[in-house]
């Protein structure tokens, strides 16, 4: 995971970091106005940033996929890389066939999906053997769950790893981000942006970013 050069890249994205109400570059807009979705062009900005500096070998793995907007941007571009997307789609009107519907729409490649909890799946063996280069957690957000969210990526993370978090502005997530970071040395927090509780609802709830086994 090239670390550095996401770093270094984010804010060039935008005209005015944070502060700007989209990217420059407009290319994920249709996608955050036509599938229904829980976040703004400025995350999925970000993801895509993100997806673009894993390594060769390395997987964006995406907790949270709902009707696909946010792995789809992650993706945009991107399609060499590696992509797994975990749901167990019993969010509202969530569904694979509709996260299929619209990555055909968009005209990106299916990537693997895997339905069903994210910690039974983990459990069962399902990432085994991936080295995850991103790791995104956009799922059940209690304390308990959030910790465990990051907790469960620990032994599949390659050096360098992004662990990028949504709805960070909530008490709770909050809390649990700095309860984690506090109990695990190997991460750093690179990156806090706030959202709308906090005065930039073009970053959704806001989003945290931490490096593993940062240098
Ligand atoms: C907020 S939505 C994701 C939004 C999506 N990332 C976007 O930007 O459009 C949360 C999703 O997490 C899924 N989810 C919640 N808990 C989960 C779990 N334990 N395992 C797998 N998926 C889960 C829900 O089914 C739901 O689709």
């Known amino acids: 995971m090239d670390t550095d050069r996401f770093l270094r890249e984010l804010p060039a994205l935008f005209e005015d970091f944070p502060a700007s109400e989209h990217p420059r570059d407009r290319l994920l807009?249709?996608?955050?106005?036509?599938?229904?979705?829980?976040?703004?062009?400025?995350?999925?900005?970000?993801?895509?940033?993100?997806?673009?500096?894993?390594?060769p070998d390395e997987a964006y793995v995406e907790v949270g996929v709902f009707h696909g907007a946010s792995l789809i941007s992650a993706m945009l571009g991107n399609e060499g890389g590696r992509f797994i997307g975990i749901d167990s789609f019993d969010f509202r009107d969530a569904s694979l066939e509709k996260v299929e519907q619209n990555l055909e729409r968009f005209g990106v490649p299916r990537p693997e999906l895997l339905v069903g909890d994210v910690f039974e799946l983990i459990g069962d063996g399902k990432l085994n053997g991936v080295s995850v280069g991103t790791w995104y957690y956009d799922a059940l957000h209690t304390y308990e769950a959030q910790l465990d969210g990051l907790r469960i990526a620990e032994p599949f993370l390659a050096p360098g790893a992004l662990l990028i978090v949504d709805d960070t502005d909530w008490?709770?997530?909050?809390?649990?981000?700095?309860?984690?970071?506090?109990?695990?040395?190997?991460?750093?927090?690179?990156?806090?942006?706030?959202?709308?509780?906090?005065?930039?609802?073009?970053?959704?709830?806001?989003?945290?970013?931490?490096?593993?086994?940062?240098?």
């Open 29 to 55: 807009a249709p996608i955050a106005d036509e599938i229904e979705n829980l976040a703004r062009e400025n995350n999925f900005a970000l993801l895509n940033l993100a997806a673009s500096c894993l390594g």
């Open 171 to 215: 008490e709770q997530v909050g809390r649990a981000m700095d309860d984690y970071l506090a109990a695990q040395p190997r991460a750093r927090r690179v990156l806090t942006i706030e959202g709308k509780d906090r005065g930039h609802p073009q970053w959704w709830e806001g989003m945290q970013v931490l490096v593993w086994n940062a240098r």
